[in-house]
């Protein structure tokens, strides 16, 4: 069974940074496309950063130039280095792995970026 665990999300002030980590079992996943989207309270699910198998790597506008996604095939490991994290960055920032019609879904790691 193909499970996504997050980690590493928690409490920083603004200007602070994070790294989260989203690990998969249960496959493999180097083909498989890696993302990070986050959904604020109210909002939708938006797509924050995706890192595709082959290493192209795309960001939102709202957090490019801040952030930076990787990925450890030998792990099943992507990461997410946020950087100078601003009060809007608050959200649930989920995993997610896709490749042609599968898609999974961690269950969500809170950040919260207040003083």
């Known amino acids: 069974q193909v499970q996504l665990v997050e980690s590493g999300g928690g409490l920083v002030q603004p200007g602070g940074s994070l790294r989260l980590s989203c690990a998969a079992s249960?496959?493999?996943?180097?083909?498989?496309?890696r993302a990070w989207f986050r959904q604020a309270p109210g909002k939708q699910r938006d797509l924050v950063a995706r890192?595709?198998?082959?290493?192209?790597?795309i960001y939102a506008i709202s957090i490019k130039g801040r952030a930076t996604i990787s990925r450890d095939n030998t792990k099943n490991t992507v990461y997410l280095q946020m950087n100078s994290l601003k009060p809007k960055d608050t959200a649930v920032y989920y995993c997610?792995?896709?490749?042609?019609?599968?898609?999974?879904w961690g269950q969500g790691t809170q950040v919260t970026v207040s003083s």
């Open positions: 249960g496959g493999r996943f180097s083909n498989y496309d």
């Open positions: 997610n792995a896709a490749w042609v019609t599968r898609r999974y």
């Open positions: 890192i595709s198998s082959d290493g192209t790597t």
